[in-house]
């Protein structure tokens, strides 16, 4: 996908299909926020408001208080590519999320998924 069409993208606009994937198997909305707040450090009323706000990837991730540490753990293959791999930290940051959803998805605990 290219980096300047991933870069523009509005969070806002993928979320939904973020808590799609996660409800088609059984999992939450609640899961899917949860997941985000431990990644970015952003409290569920900021994530609320920069989904109303229609914030694109890069402003969202550039902007997130606290990026977990935890998150050089994601290891694994999303969309093809292996996260670990990917050089463009935009890019990158994006893909641990797509990553995480994944894993959540496939019903991992959220123990695992958050790396605990």
Same mark, same amino acid.
């Given at each position: 996908m290219d980096k300047n069409r991933v870069y523009a993208m509005r969070v806002g606009s993928v979320y939904p299909l973020y808590v799609a994937k996660a409800e088609k198997k059984g999992r939450t909305k609640a899961e899917v926020d949860e997941i985000i707040r431990? +990644? #970015?450090?952003?409290?569920?009323?900021? +994530? @609320?408001? %920069?989904? !109303?706000?229609? #914030? !694109?990837?890069? #402003?969202?991730?550039? $902007?997130?208080? %606290?990026?977990?540490?935890? *998150?050089?753990?994601?290891?694994?293959?999303?969309?093809?590519?292996?996260? =670990?791999?990917?050089? !463009?930290? @935009?890019?990158? =940051? @994006? *893909?641990? +999320? !797509? $990553?995480l959803i994944d894993e959540l998805a496939k019903g991992k605990t959220m123990d695992k998924i958050l790396r605990k």
């Open positions: 431990w +990644l #970015t450090g952003y409290s569920q009323e900021e +994530l @609320v408001a %920069l989904m !109303d706000q229609q #914030t !694109d990837f890069e #402003t969202f991730f550039a $902007k997130a208080p %606290l990026m977990n540490p935890s *998150r050089a753990h994601i290891k694994g293959v999303i969309c093809g590519v292996r996260v =670990e791999d990917i050089e !463009d930290p @935009v890019m990158r =940051e @994006v *893909r641990y +999320l !797509d $990553k």
